[in-house]
Structure formats: structure tokens, C-alpha cells
């Protein structure tokens, strides 16, 4: 079965600018979470949704946002782009409740210049 | 707050040969999850090995298993027989039975694997 699909792979963007990132879950999984990496931060919690709802919320400002469709795909937004967001954005999603083992996708790796 | 220390930052080992990756965590917690994830250069995050707290035995699969000491809250990864395939960045993560569902990272150990 398909993994987890994250698109675009790549992305360059302008501080000052936003941006949406797309994630794809496996099959039959109903929830989408979402993870920052940096070298300096490590890899952080952004958010978790589930049946389009979201259910958890790491430390981050106002600027990340998130939503998640019927169809479980979720998308990540970051408005006014700072050089900070320079980063991998990792997309995870598992079944649902009770199911502790998240899959996790490839990436988008965006710079922020 | 719940905390997971990787002292080691990288490792290196001879192909064939045993290797033990570090892990220490703080939690208050009874009940949480602990995991091994791998981080190849092609960037996807890889479970390697998952232990429920509550059970006592060690987790294994293939050549990979764990050493969960829940009262030193220490949660070794060894690797035996290395290939070079097992070259990667090594994540432990922590997560609490609970409905949050949040992983929480270590910084990671790099480890190559040398021919």
C-alpha cells in the first residue's frame, strides 16, 4: 500500500511570504500529525488532526496553522515567513484511537531566503 | 514536562559488529510508549523498534533490540550484525498513553556503519 505523501518535496520562499505544505496519509488512516525539524530545535510537535478536527497543539505561534479534509489528506500553512522557518516539515499519520505506531513521510524541506 | 536525552551525538561501528545506542527519559508517567525511529539520508523517519512501558520484556526485531530499564528510565537500541544500510540518524521518542498522541524526540545519534 501507498505511503505517506508529502508534496512539494522542496520549496524555496521569501521572508514575508506563506506557504502551504500537502501531506497525503495512508489509506484508512483518519489522523495527519505534523512535525518541524531543525538542527538547532530537533524535531518538534506542530499539530495533530483527526476526522478533520484538531486535537492537539504543540508551542508554536499563530502563524502555523493546519487543516485536514474529509478524505483525511491535511495541509500545513505558515504565513509571513521568517528565516527561523527554514526547516524539514514532516507529515506522520496512523488509524486512530488506540493505534500508537505513526508512518511517517519523506518531508517537504523548505528555505526560507 | 517530559524529556528524552541521546548523549551519544555520533557512533561509529564495523560492518558485522554489535553496536548499543543511548537513551535516557524523564517522565512521571506510569504508562507511555518508546521508540526507535531511523532517519536515512532519503529523510523519511523509519520505526525501528517500539516497547510498551508496562511490559517487562524486551522488545526485538531481527537484529535489533532494546534495553528497557523502566526505574533507570533508560532505553538502550542495539544493533547487532551492522550493515552498511543501518547507517542513519537514530531518534529516540517518547510518548505518553494518553489521548495526545505526541511524540517526543531526542536529538538523535548519528551512526555510520564503516565496510
Known amino acids: 500500500k501507498a505511503g505517506v505523501t508529502q508534496t512539494p518535496r522542496y520549496l524555496i520562499k521569501t521572508r514575508g511570504q506563506q506557504v502551504t505544505l500537502s501531506c497525503s496519509p495512508i489509506s484508512g488512516h483518519r489522523s495527519v500529525s505534523w512535525y518541524q525539524q531543525t538542527p538547532g530545535q530537533g524535531l518538534q510537535f506542530l499539530f495533530e488532526?483527526?476526522?478533520?478536527?484538531?486535537?492537539n497543539k504543540g508551542n508554536f505561534p499563530g502563524r502555523f496553522s493546519g487543516r485536514q479534509f474529509s478524505n483525511s489528506r491535511s495541509e500545513m500553512n505558515v504565513s509571513t515567513l521568517e528565516l527561523g522557518d527554514s526547516a524539514l516539515y514532516l507529515c506522520?499519520?496512523?488509524?486512530?484511537?488506540?493505534?500508537?505506531?505513526?508512518?511517517f513521510g519523506s518531508g517537504t524541506r523548505l528555505t526560507v531566503v | 514536562a517530559q524529556t528524552v536525552t541521546q548523549s551519544q551525538p555520533e557512533m561509529s561501528v564495523q560492518e558485522a559488529e554489535t553496536v548499543t545506542l543511548s537513551c535516557t527519559y524523564d517522565t512521571s508517567e506510569n504508562n507511555y510508549y518508546l521508540f526507535w525511529y531511523k532517519q536515512p539520508p532519503s529523510r523519511q523517519m523509519i520505526l525501528v523498534i517500539r516497547?510498551?512501558?508496562?511490559?517487562?520484556q524486551n522488545a526485538t526485531e531481527n537484529r535489533f533490540s532494546v534495553n528497557f530499564q523502566k526505574a533507570a528510565k533508560s532505553f538502550s537500541l542495539k544493533i547487532s550484525d551492522s550493515q552498511l544500510g543501518d547507517t542513519a540518524m537514530y531518534f529516540c521518542a517518547f510518548m505518553k498513553h494518553d489521548s495526545s498522541y505526541k511524540l517526543i524526540f531526542g536529538s538523535g545519534t548519528r551512526l555510520l556503519v564503516r565496510p
Open positions: 516497547q510498551e512501558a508496562y511490559k517487562q
Open positions: 506522520a499519520s496512523r488509524r486512530g484511537a488506540g493505534d500508537y505506531g505513526y508512518t
Open positions: 488532526y483527526f476526522s478533520e478536527t484538531q486535537r
